[in-house]
């Protein structure tokens, strides 16, 4: 492949290679043109949606600014989340340090917002000009009585997996700091959801018409006092296991919480998670209810969803995305509606996703680690694929090349989750895929030419 | 009129970005040029996602991926594999090197490395390196993006022979507004540098192939005849001379700078006009003429609907003191006018512009301070870029978007704002908005205006 770094060759593989190797959860390689942000990006992703804090990024303008409003995480009360918070730290700040700045800052929000609990996020420069973040921040929890919580989020520590950790570790700071006696038995947390487009609220409509009480949704709509009794519930759903593992993980490990790992894309996975929750909980009414409620879900979406599948038979999609374990569900989605995956690739992937992506693709599928405008370029024009699935930085290179794009990221307007996010993916994929502008596409028009001459 | 400064310690819903942006955004006006951030992975892939959702074009920036051993052991290391990698993979003829809070936090000295890195190649081809100081802690993404304009210019201005002809620098504006000025320039049938010229390279035709580096950009070539011009145009009201190549010109290798606001409205674009008439002798051709001419009809027609409306304006220094020039001379009242920028100078470009307006000028505001202003100035429109749009619609005001970033519409980088047609553009749009308002909020319905 002329377009690969020979440092990262091992980075991209084929399924069906004898030797199905790939590196992966290495930093990435400098110039390479990653698709990937940092730690801060990993840590402000996942605490982003809690709506009734403060989230009070520590650092010179760019950090905050570049993350105003940028996830369409939704909220059903406040919006605090939806503010873009900075110490907007200057030259001077650099040289006398950031504490006074910092405690001003937070002193004045607490004041004038009255939040739940404020994040404060470490950018690069805090690391290096040695304010005492944890020091201020007690200060203030302190004189105000609520959590105030550093998040390790230096952008240059690591990759942006390190920031998930530093993001679950704020939230493992919160939970267990309320009685959580009186949460009902049947109970679960959502972990790993963000409720872009409002989609926790689908998913918690899932659960709550089995009977199940959602406790804490983390992150997504998420509210303080719930995230802080979130170790009185039965069980933990993991989705986009990548960042929001090591909360399962840690809270199984200190509150025996025992989790699950799901996936609310596509039919398949859907239905999985009602029913891997429902046998948890080993009661046959639940399980009746989950029952139920697929069937007739998927009554409901089938025919329309077989409309699309009938335009897009035998079309080929690659997909890029943030984690992984998303990949696997898109994989399945796009089957349902007639369309086979052929180049697949992630930022943040590790050894058993890849190993899982290899196991669900077919003999030929491209699998790529931390890659780039170039290398994807290439993998489409090698693949001839009809749809990339990404978000806004793939976009512009499906564009270019004439192929149809589904933002299935922070840009998202429209629900993704669910039976009823089935049917709008599918939508979404048939109006980028099935629209006639590509015919003036240059490599389109081509390919319209040659497919006549046929 | 009158000044103020946020007395608050924090800042809330910036009106600006960080100087590594407008870096970027700079280096991408020049032809093969591909932009390298020193830091951290993050700061190189916010900004390519912020710039990719204003331009809906592909915006490649190549970052040196610090770890934390690079921040302790400094970052040459990681700098040159990355110069290497992206020499390798996008044979650049130029790589364009800002720098981060981080870098120049832990002291990195990018024109040793750079030497260092050149020496190491023996002679061997390499594409030239433009290193550039944009710590993120001084000034906004104006500044990096003039800080950009003039190192390159200070490292690649090197021609010794008059050329004559003139320098432009526009300072950040669209792409529609380069390739506009391009035309009215053009007219005068004179040879010009005009840096940056992202105009192509930021919006793009599609191609048949994925092109690397775009086509277009102000070429080295150009800049290098910098130095032999007659005479700079500089379109900025607020720069300071030590930050301004156009002042590294005059200073350095004698080409007389011409300072002006950016040509937006007709009295702003006039001077432009004359100036260029003047350095030329040449008059203004018909087809300017003519542009000038339906303007000023136009303007007539919707004179009404526009009389001392007030209005707020908010964006980058020298776009608000341009709007607020074409807002003042159509008969609105600027009631507003903010920048998260804080050159110092605003209030004295607003004064220049719009001698009789008093409006309440803001720099260093953010969108807290403009929301909490516009509430009690409730004004008719806003106009700016699209970070207003919380504000206009919490405050029910109409938003006609202007400047950079536009993030809700399609079309940002087609937005134009300068000479006489991007006055038409803009004066087409406001008087619209204000009869669309008004028209929507009547009973009756009107079908004629």
Known sequence: MEQLLAQRENQVTTVGDASFKIDCEKASLSGSVSQRACVFCGSRVVLYPIADAVHLVHGPIGCASYTWDIRGALSSGPELHRLSFSTDLKERDVIFGGEKPLERSLEELIEKYAPSAAFVYSTCIVGLIGDDVEAVCRKVAAKYEIPVIPVHSEGFKGTKRDGYKAACDALFKLIGTLPADDVPKRSLNILGDFNLAGEIWIIKDYYEKMGIHVQASITGDGRIADIRRAHGAALNVVQCSGSTMYLAKEMKEKYGIPFRRVSYFGIEDMSDALYDVAKFFKDPEIMRKATDLVSREVREIYPKLMHYRQALEGKTAAVYVGGAFKAFSLVKALRTIGMEVVMVGSQTGNAEDYQQLRDICKPGTIIADDSNPLELSSFLKQKDIDLLIGGVKERPIAYKLGVGFCDHNHERKRALEGFVGMLNFAEEVYSSVMSPVWQFAPRRERRTVAEARQ | ?449
Not at chain 2, 324 to 333: D, K, P, Y
Not at chain 2, 422 to 447: C, H, K, M, W
């Open chain 2, 1 to 449: 009129m009158t000044e103020n400064s946020s007395a608050s310690a924090v800042t809330t819903n910036a009106c600006k970005q960080c100087a590594p942006l407008g870096a970027t955004v700079a280096f991408k006006g020049i032809e093969g040029a591909m932009p390298f951030i020193h830091g951290g992975q993050g700061c190189a892939t916010y900004i390519r996602r912020y710039l990719i959702s204003h331009f809906k074009e592909p915006v490649d920036v190549a970052s040196s991926s610090f770890s934390d051993d690079t921040a302790i052991f400094g970052g040459e290391s990681n700098l040159r594999v990355g110069l290497d990698n992206v020499a390798r993979k996008y044979a650049p003829s130029l790589i364009g090197v800002s720098t981060t809070c981080l870098a120049e936090t832990i002291g990195e000295n990018l024109p040793a490395i750079m030497r260092r890195h050149l020496e190491s190649k023996q002679g061997a081809a390499f594409p030239l390196l433009a290193p550039v100081s944009t710590p993120s802690y001084r000034g906004t993404h104006v500044d990096g993006f003039n800080a950009v304009v003039r190192a390159v210019i200070e490292q690649r201005a090197s021609a010794s022979d008059r050329c004559g002809g003139v320098n432009v620098l526009p300072g950040f504006v669209s792409c529609a507004d380069l390739r506009h000025l391009k035309e009215i320039i053009g007219s005068f049938d004179i040879p010009y540098t005009l840096l940056p010229d992202y105009s192509d390279t930021l919006d793009a035709p599609t191609q048949s192939d994925y092109v690397p580096l775009a086509d277009g950009g102000t070429t080295l070539a150009e800049i290098a005849a910098m130095a032999g011009r007659d005479a700079t145009i500089q379109m900025s009201r607020t720069l300071a001379p030590e930050a301004s190549g156009g002042s590294w010109l005059a200073e350095n290798r004698g080409v007389p700078l011409h300072t002006l606001g950016l040509p937006i409205g007709i009295r702003e674009t006039d001077r432009l006009v004359d100036l260029l008439s003047g350095l030329t002798g040449r008059d203004a051709t018909k087809w300017l003429i003519g542009e000038r001419g339906r303007l000023i009809d136009a303007y007539i027609d919707g004179h009404k609907y526009v009389f001392e409306k007030k209005v707020a304006i908010y964006g980058e220094e020298d776009l608000v003191a341009g709007l607020t020039s074409l807002v003042a001379e159509i008969g609105m009242t600027p009631v507003l006018c903010a920048s998260g920028g804080a050159s110092g100078k605003l209030a004295a470009a607003i004064r220049s512009v719009a001698p009789n307006c008093t409006p309440v000028v803001r720099e260093g505001a953010d969108f807290k301070a403009i929301t909490d202003e516009l509430r009690a100035l409730k004004p008719d429109l806003m106009i700016g870029n699209s970070k207003g749009y919380k504000t206009a619609r919490e405050l029910g005001v109409p938003l006609v978007r202007a400047g950079f970033p536009i993030h809700d519409r399609i079309g940002g980088s087609r937005l134009l704002h300068l000479g006489y047609r991007g006055a038409q553009r803009l004066f087409d749009e406001i008087v619209n908005t204000l009869i669309a308002r008004t028209q929507d909020e009547s009973p009756v319905g009107y079908s004629y205006m």
